[in-house]
């Protein structure tokens, strides 16, 4: 990722962490992919657990997330998806993918 879609990336991070029946957000990329950036990137740099990359027609975004037991998951998945566009800048188009990897509650 460049550093532009590095920054929107832990940006969106904060805001699915803000949606009330998000329960945890986890990595959206694989783990042995993760852990390969890791350590190219360095220790110093925290890396974004949603995914935002480039596509034909804009962006494409992926979060996983675990709903908690209050809604559910398909009102949970909705919501991020509703926070992650709002968040958006104004005519940015973008793909968003929410994975509900865990029910929690």
Known sequence: MTDELDSLAAQ???VVRSVP????????EPGLLRSVRELTTGTDTPLALISVRRAEQGLAIVASVAASGRQQAPVTALAVSTAIRSALAP???AEILVRVSRIEG
Do not use: S
Not at 21 to 28: P, Q, R
């Open 12 to 14: 969106l991070d904060a």
């Open 21 to 28: 029946t998000v329960a945890a957000l986890y990595a959206a």
């Open 91 to 93: 005519g940015v188009e």
